[in-house]
């Protein structure tokens, strides 16, 4: 299993927006076999996919999420970002960075630990 | 939008069999994958592809897929097995990845 990291803010507020930055742990972020996805779990309730990123640039959004977020990727620093903007209370989650291998019928086969973000005022 | 379905719970004693069921049209055309993911930690994946066990899994975890239903089952359940099991699919139509809402395993 890869060792994803997520790093960021784990306090905004409403309105704002939310930046975090997955880091890759080796040169795999330029594999053609894999997209690099974000997933987020608000507390107490499951998971929900916000999108994925191949090292071309290439996005791919969950329509319910997709006005308000990017996902852009720097393979100079093997790190892919998430951007969600126009914060909310419900937008509090545990917001994961995972290894999406991309065969047709695609999963997540490597997880970051997860990081906390509250929004609030 | 496609929505995967999954009972909220299963109990099982020790050594007992679990099976966790996840539901969806036309599912049987889809690949489902299932994850394990424990109090305060991150999910791992479990089974890929409907039945491949992914690196490190017990044989003791296995998974089906027939008619609108795919099932994880879990032979001789441990107490360590206790967990939130969720299931996956990539629609290929809208290009989303879709999780069911997960299943609290009690043991």
């Known amino acids: 299993q890869l060792q994803l990291q997520e790093s960021g803010p784990r306090l905004v507020k409403p309105s704002e927006t939310l930046s975090l930055t997955c880091t890759v742990p080796s040169d795999s972020i330029f594999s053609m076999s894999y997209y690099w996805g974000w997933i987020r779990q608000p507390p107490g309730k499951g998971l929900e996919w916000i999108g994925s990123?191949?090292?071309?640039?290439?996005?791919l959004f969950n329509s319910s999420l997709k006005s308000r977020v990017s996902i852009f990727i720097d393979t100079s620093k093997n790190q892919f970002s998430l951007r969600l903007n126009s914060l909310t209370v419900a937008d509090t989650a545990v917001y994961y960075c995972a290894r999406q291998r991309w065969m047709g019928n695609n999963w997540f086969d490597s997880w970051g630990q997860g990081t906390l973000v509250t929004v609030s005022s | 939008s496609y929505v995967l379905t999954q009972p909220p719970s299963v109990s099982v004693a020790p050594g007992e069999t679990a099976r966790i069921t996840c539901g969806g049209s036309?599912?049987?055309?889809?690949?489902v994958h299932w994850y394990q993911q424990k109090p305060g930690q991150a999910p791992v994946l479990v089974i890929y592809?409907?039945?491949d066990r992914a690196s490190g899994i017990p044989e003791r975890f296995s998974g089906s897929h027939s008619g609108n239903t795919a099932t994880l089952t879990i032979s001789r359940v441990e107490v360590g097995d206790e967990a939130d099991y969720y299931c996956q699919v990539w629609d290929s139509t809208t290009f989303h990845a879709l999780f069911g809402g997960g299943t609290k395993l009690t043991v």
């Open positions: 990123v191949y090292y071309s640039g290439t996005t």
């Open positions: 036309n599912i049987g055309s889809k690949s």
């Open positions: 592809y409907d039945s």
